[in-house]
T-cell receptor
Framework: GAVVSQHPSWVICKSGTSVKIECRSLDFQATTMFWYRQFPKQSLMLMATSNEGSKATYEQGVEKDKFLINHASLTLSTLTVTSAHPEDSSFYIC?????????????FGPGTRLTVT | GQNIDQPTEMTATEGAIVQINCTYQTSGFNGLFWYQQHAGEAPTFLSYNVLDGLEEKGRFSSFLSRSKGYSYLLLKELQMKDSASYLCAVRDSQAGTALIFGKGTTLSVSS
């Protein structure tokens, strides 16, 4: 099946710094990727929808200037958490769809655990 | 808007059958998904329903009734490794192609 990778798998950073998380579709092209955030014992919350070559669409309440998303190619989307604070500590998961009108399955990456100290 | 409800926790014993229910309200509907998630890991796909009826895949089955806004995931011959969180997710056509997740049901299987 289709594989999505994320890098890094975990990261610890100091408050005020920025962290970049990469999401790659390894064996398929993904015109659309999604970024989710999951706090402990809670479900996945959609942060934004990332379309290749265009600006991301952010969900209500998600600051687009704080969570920068770039989808420069059909196999790579990045999420940059800028000026991170401890409350940004969370599990960040990306997912990708293989095609627009084909399989409806979304493939999830393994997630990135961010800890801000 | 969207609203997806499922029980918070369920318990069962090895070898038993368990049914996890999910009700949803969405502006549009373009498919319902079930995912399994072990602690600290990403969700893994279990099933997809877009038409009414039952989809069977091994020990797991999923049912959908669009008129009732209702789905269930049926797990048979439970094993200890089935202890996990089970997430019901809906694709709301008016929300683009993103999946909207329920809060998940934590299933604990005991021997």
């Amino acid at each position: 099946g289709a594989v999505v990778s994320q890098h890094p798998s975990w990261v610890i950073c100091k408050s005020g710094t920025s962290v970049k998380i990469e999401c790659r579709s390894l064996d398929f092209q993904a015109t659309t990727m999604f970024w989710y955030r999951q706090f402990p014992k809670q479900s996945l919350m959609l942060m934004a929808t990332s379309n290749e070559g265009s600006k991301a669409t952010y969900e209500q309440g998600v600051e687009k200037d704080k969570f920068l998303i770039n989808h420069a190619s059909l196999t790579l989307s990045t999420l940059t958490v800028t000026s991170a604070h401890p409350e940004d500590s969370s599990f960040y998961i990306c997912s990708a769809r293989e095609s627009i009108a084909g399989t409806y399955e979304q493939y999830f990456g393994p997630g990135t655990r961010l800890t801000v100290t | 808007g969207q609203n997806i409800d499922q029980p918070t926790e369920m318990t069962a014993t090895e070898g038993a059958i368990v049914q996890i229910n999910c009700t949803y309200q969405t502006s549009g509907f373009n498919g319902l998904f079930w995912y399994q998630q072990h602690a600290g890991e990403a969700p893994t796909f279990l099933s997809y329903n877009v038409l009414d009826g039952l989809e069977e895949k091994g020990r797991f089955s999923s049912f959908l009734s669009r008129s009732k806004g209702y789905s269930y995931l049926l797990l048979k011959e439970l094993q200890m490794k089935d202890s996990a969180s089970y997430l019901c997710a809906v694709r709301d056509s008016q929300a683009g192609t993103a999946l909207i997740f329920g809060k998940g049901t934590t299933l604990s299987v005991s021997s």
